[in-house]
């Protein structure tokens, strides 16, 4: 029985390699994004990751390589070339101002006038709009972002990138520094994301957090994708990919046959 096809990627990247200086931060890297996916991205500290989500965000563009958007190549050039082209990112600071309120935030940049003055009513309104999408538990989109949890900043940021309607979310240690309650709130927030019909590409050092959203799991080991696993592959996989080391299991197998 043939193997059931797969969709045509929504986003790829093909041979993409990245120099700083003398650092080979990316090498030769392939890797597919399809709609209605999460696909983590999981590595040591340097092994690339955040690097790949510059890419594709448009903050870093590619020495070698190209990005393929529903099949043709896109030039990712600078954030705002990629939120074009409907790829947003919320990197790991966030970039939020903490004596703003949620609406400040959301809307920095991109207010909505009504005439020659803010429409501070339809702003508000189109908080909620996307803060009750994503079942964020904000009190008020009126309090200053200094007053929120780690969690209710993440999901802050997710809703600002949201604007515009992007097709493809990408995910920068989203739950790095956040405690156990909060990092469920972000990983709740990732799953009603891929519901919202959304492509998720998810950066994380943190493998146990990974397994329990991804559909795919990409492991980058010194700039080169080493391995890629479904989402229901075990932690003891995932971590012998991202170190180099041998699974306890293989080692006793290997050791049976000789």
């Known amino acids: 029985m043939s193997e059931p096809l797969l969709p045509a990627p ?12 003398g650092v080979r931060a990316l ?3 392939d890797v597919d994004v399809r709609e209605h996916e999460v696909l983590a991205v999981v ?31 896109v030039v990712l050039d600078s954030p705002a070339a990629a939120r074009a082209l409907g790829i947003a ?25 009504r005439g020659p003055l803010l429409d501070e009513v339809a702003m508000e309104r189109e908080a909620w709009r996307l803060l009750d999408q994503l079942a964020a ?29 992007p097709r493809v979310v990408v995910l920068d240690e989203p739950t790095a520094s956040l405690g156990v309650r909060q990092t469920a709130e972000v990983l709740n927030l990732i799953l009603r994301l891929r519901e919202r019909g959304h492509a998720v590409v998810l950066v994380s050092h943190q493998a146990g957090d990974l397994q329990a959203v991804a559909d795919r799991i990409v492991v980058l080991r010194l700039g080169r994708v080493h391995d890629v696993f479904d989402g229901d592959a075990s932690y003891e996989d995932l971590l012998a990919a991202m170190t180099g080391a041998v699974r306890p299991s293989a080692r006793t197998s290997r050791e049976a046959r000789r």
């Open 137 to 165: 538990s904000v009190p008020s989109v009126r309090d200053p972002v200094r007053t929120l949890s780690g969690g209710q900043r993440q999901v802050v940021a997710v809703a600002r990138a949201l604007l515009g309607s």
């Open 27 to 29: 090498v030769d890297v």
């Open 43 to 73: 590595g040591d500290n340097g092994a690339g990751k955040s690097t790949l989500a510059g890419v594709l965000a448009g903050a870093h563009r590619p020495d070698a390589g190209e990005v393929l958007l529903d099949g043709r190549p």
């Open 10 to 21: 929504l986003l790829s990247v093909r041979g993409v390699s990245k120099r700083f200086g």
């Open 89 to 113: 990112a919320v990197f790991q600071e966030l970039a939020l101002v903490d004596d703003l309120d949620v609406v400040e935030n959301l809307f920095l940049g991109h207010e909505t006038l």
